[in-house]
């Protein structure tokens, strides 16, 4: 009970800093336009998930940083 309870918490957390994080996003593409993320694009990521240890957690890496 308590591992599901920290489960439902920890993803409500993450829902919540991803929904901050996008909206965060498009201040800054408006403000200042989409040529400062063009270039991020080509670098890596700070960090990466390893796929063999998450692969949920990798792909939604992945689908976060094409955004």
């Given at each position: 009970m308590k591992q599901e309870v920290l489960?439902?918490?920890?993803?409500?957390?993450v829902d919540s800093l991803t929904k901050r994080v996008r909206k965060q996003k498009e201040i800054i593409t408006s403000s200042y336009g989409p040529i400062v993320l063009d270039a991020k694009r080509a670098e890596k990521p700070i960090f990466e998930i390893n796929p063999e240890l998450d692969p949920d957690g990798a792909n939604f890496m992945k689908q976060m940083i094409k955004i």
């Amino acid at each position: 009970m308590k591992q599901e309870v920290l489960k439902d918490s920890f993803k409500a957390s993450v829902d919540s800093l991803t929904k901050r994080v996008r909206k965060q996003k498009e201040i800054i593409t408006s403000s200042y336009g989409p040529i400062v993320l063009d270039a991020k694009r080509a670098e890596k990521p700070i960090f990466e998930i390893n796929p063999e240890l998450d692969p949920d957690g990798a792909n939604f890496m992945k689908q976060m940083i094409k955004i």
